[in-house]
């Protein structure tokens, strides 16, 4: 593995290197903990997982975290699950996020972009009045901390103003996408059973408005928690009856005040896809994300009070709690609330210029949709701002990483980071100071402990295994909602290696330190004992021009045998004739191996995802296997139910 990309893509200056917050952060920690001020990165990882509670404790003082009562230690019980950070301790999140609103009053917080791609600020003096309005009515409201507070709303400033409002008072945030489902959302906000709906009249995506107030109407006859609705009318309508002004209640001229609550009160509820039951109720801590994303955000992405900060991204996707904690970096904050690509697929590099964004996120799918479409960004927009390209959601195949360099700039840093909702955040990703090698993750993150590992939990170099993290991070999860043993959120991540998170991914750790991702291990694929991950087959796939989109599961038979079906949508005007079906083989068997070649190829009418954008492997495999429909998957958590009916009817068909 370490000899199949021995130059790099891209080597950061010895400026650049000089310059990086991290590179800063290393020598202050070595002259005040005994960081190591020699070896780079490498020497410093090491020591922040060796030396855990002082790097986590280097890590509040670096970034200032202010403790209204000081702690007792920086990690009670370093058990897992069960580690008990910085007890002792109190703070507020929404206070941190709004520390920049007293020296740079009057520059933009928030960027606000809908459809038209026309930016509309708003300045952290505004965020924080409307923030401050808001948090004293929700008290009003009777808010008390460990409240939950929901949204169904789009990417807008709303949505992070009610987020911080929430914060304040010690309530608990969660949210959903408007184009989520009543079925979705109440799915999700039922569990938590919120006190009060932040709710649009409905939503504009693709040019088109999208009304939901039927939908609206349902989660408010079917949430009985509910003492109070706020509408937010984004289509222009009147409030519903029983509702409250969203105007009405940000108009005042008041100062925030941030209620001090425990390091691990609760801070917000995220969900899993919930492909296959109801969705995970995942509950983060304030402290707990507040430090991991200054990390994150501060030395991972080399955020400042200077940058732009914009990541295509949706309410329903931790990825929009992570974009919104830019504002702790004094960052300004994009927010885009529309389609990924309209008015063509080029969209968001045109949101990137029109923003002056120096870190642009997106989805690895859309690089690729990119790449696909002959999109030229380099070529059609000024990206001079923009240092960083990062992409998530899935891995980034090669060719993305090669279009990416050559399209965008040649001196470009692209980032492909993975991490999960279970810890909204990166176990392995963006480093400023390191090179980038074509189809790697530069290396795992400061203070995560990091490893592959085999069946019986040896460490494996070069070799793909099991994604593991055996020491606790600050914003793993303190519980599920409704989880009152523990049972669920154990038997989730840790009851294949007692006392060590497994995430369920394959990786391969290289010998210099990078990461290569290669899916998700619980959708295996296991040909005569080799296991394989399935984006491996996804990346030489989609390179063909015919290939929209492929998914491929392997199901294990009766009789002992192993099927591994490719399923493939094809693009407009493609056949799937003798001479693709040969092309996919061969272009299978060259650029992997032989044992990598399906058994069939099947075209389908589309490929089903989650919610948020991710393949389904796991449920497909299941109706493949014979499960019906309604236990083999959440009909609420798909983005096109219909489309399981193909794989449903093969299953019956097939001999």
């Known amino acids: 593995m370490s000899t199949v990309n021995p130059q790099p893509l891209w ?3 010895p400026e650049r290197i000089a310059e990086a917050r991290i590179t800063r952060f290393q020598a202050w920690a070595a002259e005040h903990h005994g960081a190591p001020a020699d070896g780079g990165y490498a020497a410093l990882h090491r020591w922040s997982v060796e030396e855990l509670g002082t790097f986590w404790k280097a890590v509040t003082e670096w970034f200032d975290v202010r403790f209204t009562t000081p702690y007792e230690r920086v990690l009670g019980d370093r058990s897992m699950p069960g580690a008990r950070w910085f007890p002792g301790a109190t703070l507020n999140y929404a206070e941190h ?15 606000h972009v809908d459809e038209t791609h026309d930016p509309r600020p708003v300045t952290w003096r505004e965020l924080r009045r409307q923030v401050g309005s808001l948090a004293a009515e929700l008290r009003a409201l009777g808010v008390r901390p460990g409240d939950r507070v929901s949204g169904y709303l789009p990417n807008i400033p709303e949505a992070a103003v009610a987020l911080l409002a929430t914060a304040a008072v010690g309530g608990v945030w969660t949210s959903c996408a408007p184009d989520f489902g009543a079925r979705s959302v109440l799915d999700r906000f039922q569990q938590v059973e919120p006190v009060v709906l932040f709710t649009v009249d409905g939503y504009r995506y693709g040019g088109k408005e999208h009304d939901r107030r039927e939908i609206v109407a349902e989660l408010r006859r079917e949430l009985p928690t509910l003492r109070a609705v706020v509408h937010i009318p984004l289509l222009g309508t009147e409030a519903p009856d029983g509702a409250l002004d969203w105007s ?9 005040v941030f209620e001090q609550v425990p390091f691990d009160h609760p801070l917000w509820v995220l969900y899993s896809s919930g492909t296959t039951g109801l969705p995970k109720a995942i509950v983060q801590s304030q402290g707990g994300i507040l430090v991991e994303h200054l990390k994150q955000l501060g030395l991972h992405c080399d955020l400042g009070p200077e940058d732009r900060f914009f990541w295509y991204t949706s309410t329903g996707w931790m990825m929009w709690n992570f974009l919104v904690s830019g504002l702790l970096t004094g960052t300004t904050v994009v927010l885009y609330d529309g389609s990924p690509g309209h008015p063509d697929t080029g969209a968001q590099w045109r949101i990137a210029e029109r923003t002056g964004a120096t870190l642009y996120g997106t989805s690895a799918a859309y690089v690729m949709a990119c790449r696909k479409a002959g999109v030229h960004p380099s070529r059609d927009h000024d990206l001079s701002a923009v240092k960083c390209v990062a992409t998530t959601g899935s891995p980034l195949p090669p060719d993305g990483f090669r279009w990416l360099h050559d399209e965008v700039r040649d001196d470009l840093w692209i980032a492909s980071v993975s991490g999960g909702t279970d810890v909204c955040s990166c176990f392995a990703g963006a480093v400023p100071t390191l090179p980038v090698h074509v189809g790697e993750l530069q290396a795992p993150c400061l ?3 990091l490893r592959s590992w085999d069946p019986s939990g040896n460490p494996l170099t070069d070799e793909v295994g099991e994604l593991v993290v055996t020491n606790p991070m600050p914003s793993m999860p ?3 909602w409704n989880d009152p043993d523990g049972s669920r959120y154990h038997d989730s991540y840790f009851d294949t290696y007692p006392g060590v998170w497994r995430h369920g991914d394959w990786i391969t750790l290289t010998s210099r330190g990078s990461v290569v991702i290669h899916g998700r291990s619980d959708s295996t694929l296991n040909r005569q004992g080799v296991r394989m991950g399935s984006a491996d087959i996804y990346e030489a796939v989609e390179r063909l021009p015919e290939i929209k989109e492929s998914l491929v599961v392997g199901i294990e038979q009766p009789d002992g045998g192993y099927w591994m079906p490719l399923f493939v949508h094809l693009a407009p005007g493609a056949t799937l004739d003798d001479d693709l079906t040969d092309r996919i083989r061969k272009t299978i068997r060259t650029q992997l191996s032989p044992r990598h070649v399906p058994d069939e190829i099947i075209e389908v009418p589309g490929i089903p995802h989650t919610l948020t954008g991710k393949r389904i492997e796991v449920p497909v495999k299941r109706l ?5 429909l309604e236990k083999a998957v959440n009909p609420g958590s798909i983005d096109n139910l219909d489309l399981l009916a193909h794989y449903q009817e093969l299953a019956r068909t097939r001999p």
């Open 11 to 13: 080597q950061p200056t």
């Open 624 to 628: 493949l296997q014979g499960t019906p």
């Open 248 to 256: 009405a209640l940000t108009a005042a001229d008041t100062a925030p």
């Open 97 to 111: 996020a709004l520390r920049a609103a007293d020296s740079r009053a009057d520059e933009p917080a928030l960027l």
């Open 447 to 449: 203070g995560t402990d």
């Open 478 to 480: 303190i519980r599920f």
